[in-house]
């Protein structure tokens, strides 16, 4: 039988300051655990998608990728952002019959887009 991989097992990639970011993405997106950001996630759909090499989704030209979460209530995160002082983007050409985004930014200026998908 053929293997193949059934999940994400980790996302890793560079920080100025690891513990720092760590720590926002907890408190804030409730991403990572107390262990070394080891974090259980809900099962949902995950989109694995290449982009051309010019694109402009992800923001400024250098950022090779994006960090996009689903949430259930994108409303409620958003509040929740706002209240702790994080900005929030959103735009209506983003959201389609696949669901709702949003848009942050975390502390070392990486595009992290939030999902809510569609019921059904």
Same mark, same amino acid.
């Given at each position: 039988m053929?293997?193949?991989?059934?999940?994400?097992g980790?996302?890793f990639? /560079?920080? !100025?300051?690891?513990?720092?970011? !760590?720590?926002w #993405? !907890?408190?804030?997106?409730?991403? %990572?655990?107390?262990c070394?950001?080891?974090?259980?996630?809900e099962?949902? #759909?995950?989109?694995?998608a290449?982009?051309p090499a010019?694109?402009? #989704?992800?923001?400024?030209?250098?950022?090779?990728?994006?960090?996009?979460f !689903?949430v259930?209530?994108?409303?409620?995160?958003?509040?929740?952002l706002?209240?702790?002082?994080?900005?929030?983007?959103? /735009?209506?050409?983003w959201?389609s019959?696949? %669901? /709702?985004f949003?848009?942050?930014?975390d502390p070392? %200026?990486?595009?992290?887009?939030?999902?809510?998908?569609?019921?059904?």
């Open positions: 053929k293997q193949k991989a059934n999940g994400i980790g996302i990639f /560079r920080a !100025r300051d690891p513990q720092k970011l !760590r720590e #993405y !907890r408190e804030h997106l409730g991403v %990572g655990g107390e070394e950001g080891v974090w259980q996630q099962s949902g #759909y995950t989109v694995f290449p982009f010019d694109t402009d #989704y992800f923001g400024r030209d250098t950022q090779q990728f994006m960090l996009n !689903r259930n209530d994108l409303d409620a995160m958003i509040a929740q706002k209240a702790a002082g994080i900005e929030v983007e959103t /735009r209506a050409e959201d019959e696949v %669901g /709702r949003a848009r942050v930014v070392e %200026g990486n595009p992290v887009e939030l999902w809510e998908p569609a019921v059904g």
